[in-house]
């Protein structure tokens, strides 16, 4: 079968979403997170994409028009580690598509081929004023595989993508010790976990050396899956996603990175803050939760909602995220109202929710503010969304009016992206 190559003046780009829509959002507290905040402002999404910003912004004639009079308008929020689609709710074994324990070092295991965007965790994305997501191997692995960066709403995850891969999946501490100590094999202890990672990164290197005097020489050479996922992260393409939750597997995790010389990113963080001014000096970012969790195993003992808090002080980079289904992934917003209850500033809160999840994963030229030529992806709050009392009123993916309240029902309401007869 030939495939052709889209013709870039007529075609959209490969794994998005179909042309997007063509609407404006006017009357509202604009808060764009990077950039001023405007006033009885307008939106202007055009194609999909965001047009215009302002107080003064000219609107086409005949476009659809959302009022927003008395309402604050953001970017669509993005959660940064999830399970959303490969860990369904409610389903069991059946829906339980996230760790694939059968190999330790399963780099080339792909969260994409996994995912049901029909799970109800999307549509519970969309009430919680997300728009993106990055879905994550689970940790039982210590090289868990491929993410993937999504919108929360489409009929198939090849139309939802933002980035594939997005970053690589590793774990440290309890969870693949318990799994391979359960086994009675390799890795059951955590000497034994950071031994897998470091002799797949090893022999990555390796394999790196061979691919290069091969092509050096014209001879032919016998792709490995794993390796050819690996490379990419040594060569600095793909950051490493580090599930590390005590303070030793953190330094472990630092530990790694500076021997292999890869982009880092600490997943959980529960101890965190005891590490903070190593972190902030290596500018190392924190993707820090599940922040809602009881203290269900040893190693989050210090999970406490200043966390986030301390860190931002000591000047690290943060992320909050859900961990969904571990918190209901519509919780994010309430897990952010609370850290800033225990000290979290409230504008760090908001670009932990926002522009910070992209930037530490490379999606902030489409998502994470309202900026021109970033991604029509919006969100209409009846108020402060840092106010537990507020709530996402209108959801905007791509220009596209995807998610409404409705105060008759008492729920929110999704546009079908399956579009069946009577939706």
């Known amino acids: 079968m030939t495939v052709s190559e889209p013709d870039p003046e007529t075609e959209p780009a490969p794994r998005r979403?179909?042309?997007?829509?063509?609407?404006?959002?006017?009357?509202?507290?604009?808060?764009p997170v990077v950039g001023e905040v405007v006033e009885s402002g307008t939106v202007l999404v055009l194609g999909g994409v965001v047009a215009a910003v302002g107080a003064d912004v000219d609107v086409p004639e005949g476009l659809q028009v959302i009022r927003a009079e008395g309402s604050w308008v953001l970017p669509g929020f993005v959660e940064s580690h999830a399970h959303v689609g490969v860990h369904e709710e409610g389903l069991g074994w059946a829906g339980s598509d996230g760790n694939e324990l059968t190999d330790p070092a399963g780099a080339r295991f792909r969260a994409l081929d996994g995912i049901n965007p029909a799970d109800e965790g999307f549509r519970d994305a969309l009430a919680g004023g997300i728009t993106a997501v990055v879905v994550k191997p689970g940790s039982g692995n210590p090289i868990g595989g491929q993410t993937v960066a999504l919108k929360t709403w489409g009929r198939m995850v090849d139309e939802m993508v933002l980035a594939e891969p997005c970053s690589v999946k590793s774990a440290l501490g309890e969870n693949p010790k318990r799994v391979y100590g359960e086994k009675k094999q390799t890795p059951s202890t955590r000497l034994g976990v950071a031994s897998v990672i470091r002799d797949a990164l090893r022999d990555a290197q390796d394999y790196a050396a061979r691919r290069a005097a091969a092509a050096a020489e014209g001879k032919p050479f016998d792709r490995d899956s794993n390796a050819e996922v690996?490379?990419?992260?040594?060569?600095?393409?793909?950051?490493?996603?580090?599930?590390?939750?005590?303070?030793?597997?953190?330094?472990?995790?630092i530990r790694l990175?500076?021997?292999?010389?890869?982009?880092?990113?600490?997943?959980?963080?529960?101890?965190g803050h005891l590490l903070a001014d190593v972190l902030a000096e290596r500018h190392i970012p924190v993707i820090i939760g599940p922040l809602f969790t009881s203290r269900s195993k040893v190693e989050v003992n210090l999970r406490d909602l200043r966390n986030p808090g301390l860190l931002d002080r000591a000047g690290v980079t943060i992320a909050i995220t859900t961990d969904h289904p571990v918190v209901p992934i519509n919780f994010l917003v309430y897990q952010a109202i609370l850290a800033v209850k225990e000290g979290l500033d409230r504008g760090a809160?908001?670009?932990?929710?926002?522009?910070?999840?992209?930037?530490?994963?490379?999606?902030?030229?489409?998502v994470g503010s309202l900026e021109v030529g970033k991604d029509g992806d919006l969100v209409i709050w009846d108020g402060d969304p840092l106010d537990i009392m507020s709530r996402a009123r209108t959801v905007v993916v791509e220009g596209r009016r995807v998610y409404d309240f409705d105060e008759s029902l008492g729920r929110g309401v999704t546009v079908d992206p399956y579009r069946r007869a009577g939706a």
């Open 17 to 31: 979403l179909p042309r997007g829509g063509d609407l404006a959002v006017v009357g509202g507290r604009i808060v």
């Open 230 to 253: 690996l490379v990419r992260v040594l060569d600095g393409e793909l950051p490493w996603c580090q599930h590390c939750h005590r303070s030793d597997d953190i330094a472990t995790a």
């Open 257 to 271: 990175a500076e021997e292999f010389g890869y982009r880092l990113v600490v997943n959980h963080g529960t101890e």
């Open 349 to 366: 809160a908001l670009r932990a929710l926002t522009i910070n999840p992209a930037r530490i994963l490379g999606l902030d030229a489409r």
